[in-house]
């Protein structure tokens, strides 16, 4: 899979917006519910069909969130065709990643810790489908190379203590070491690309193996400590 970041909301947006456009179904998982409700409120205003665009995350109550799951599964599921999924974003927090069996043809993520990223990556073309989008068993998914957009703060190799809590407040709430996620963004700037299984120690291990601590920038060894 490989892997584009970008560091402005609105490219993000405006990317998502063009991807819709060329018929492709998309997902953004955020890292907080404020995040997901600020991306749902601005890609609503710029779809000529509001309803194109989807919120799914934990703080509605339990009906409401079973109702959007259904309609999240009607929509992303395994056995939806490509016409029902044309043109349909979801903007989602770590439920999607977490307890449904669907997929998207372009994943985008905030930024967050490796192996949750690696997670995240594993909803895009998760079931195989022929030209016109739909399932189909044992045969090669026909959509093109696998792309992962990361939302993330500017590449800094010497980064100062607000690196993340800049323009990244809410997820650097939810993840609290900046520097693994910055150890995150190193190693996956330096692949390209997120290659599974034969890279998944390498990816692990540069975040999270014996030495990775000493690798952390300075400016962000405080927040690490805390």
């Known amino acids: 899979v490989a892997v584009q970041f970008i560091d402005d909301f609105d490219t993000c947006t405006a990317k ?16 907080s519910v404020d995040d997901a409700v600020k991306a749902y409120r601005k890609l609503s205003d710029l779809f000529s069909e509001p309803e194109d665009a989807l919120l799914f995350h934990s703080r509605f109550i339990l ?16 056995e939806r065709t490509g016409e029902i999924r044309r043109g349909k974003v979801l903007i989602a927090t770590q439920v999607f990643q977490e307890s449904l069996d669907a997929d998207c043809y372009l994943p985008v993520s905030d930024i967050c810790p490796i192996d949750d990223l690696i997670q995240r990556a594993g909803r895009l073309h998760r079931h ?3 030209e016109n989008g739909a399932y189909e068993q044992k045969i090669t998914d026909c959509r093109p190379a696998p792309q992962i957009l990361i939302h993330a703060p500017e ?6 203590t607000d690196w993340l809590s800049r323009n990244f407040r809410n997820t650097g709430f939810v993840y609290r070491s900046p520097g693994r996620l910055w150890l995150g963004m190193r190693v996956l700037r330096k692949l390209g690309a997120i290659r599974m299984p034969g890279e998944a120690r390498q990816l692990i291990e ?18 690490e400590n805390e």
């Not at 998502?16 to 890292?31: E, K, L, P, S």
């Not at 009906?63 to 395994?78: N, S, T, Y």
């Not at 590449?155 to 100062?160: A, I, K, Y």
């Open 16 to 31: 998502i917006v063009a991807a819709a456009a060329d018929g492709q179904c998309v997902a953004w998982v955020r890292n």
């Open 63 to 78: 009906d409401d969130r079973k109702a959007i799951e259904q309609r999240v599964l009607h929509i992303f599921g395994k």
């Open 128 to 130: 195989t489908r022929n």
């Open 155 to 160: 590449w800094d190799e010497n980064p100062s």
């Open 206 to 223: 540069s975040v999270y193996g014996e030495d990775a601590y000493n690798e952390i920038p300075e400016k962000l060894i405080r927040a």
